[in-house]
Nanobody
Framework: QVQLVESGGGPVDSGGSLRLSCMISDLRADNYAIAWFRQAPGQGREALSTITNAYISSYANSMKDRFTISPDAAKTTVNLEMESLKPADKAVYYC????????????????????WGQGTQVTVSS
């Protein structure tokens, strides 16, 4: 069973930075994608970024100037570097993985992802 565990969340001042990590285990697939989503209170799940096993990355247009996704060398962890954080970035951040059509253009559709982490809370104070 695939497991994903997020870490790195916490409180940060407006304008600050955070690095979130998604540790992946038991992912037995040659082709896959790892994505980051977030969900603010009372809001839907918002796609942020994704990266495939072939290092193909995509970003939501509103995030690509501030967020950077990257895997570690062993591809067991995918990090999300976040800069210039704003109070509006306050949310629970989730990582997820898909092995069915991982290169699809619908990377930002959360229902396409079968496996999810438990989430990590990010709070940005003004």
């Amino acid at each position: 069973q695939v497991q994903l565990v997020e870490s790195g969340g916490g409180p940060v001042d407006s304008g600050g930075s955070l690095r979130l990590s998604c540790m992946i285990s038991d992912l037995r697939a040659d082709n896959y994608a790892i994505a980051w989503f977030r969900q603010a209170p009372g809001q839907g799940r918002e796609a942020l970024s994704t990266i495939t096993n072939a290092y193909i990355s995509s970003y939501a247009n509103s995030m690509k100037d501030r967020f950077t996704i990257s895997p570690d060398a062993a591809k067991t962890t995918v990090n999300l570097e976040m800069e210039s954080l704003k109070p509006a970035d306050k949310a629970v951040y989730y990582c997820a993985t898909r092995i069915h059509r991982p290169y699809g253009l619908d990377w930002d559709t959360w229902t396409k992802y079968a496996y999810w982490g438990q989430g990590t809370q990010v709070t940005v104070s003004s």
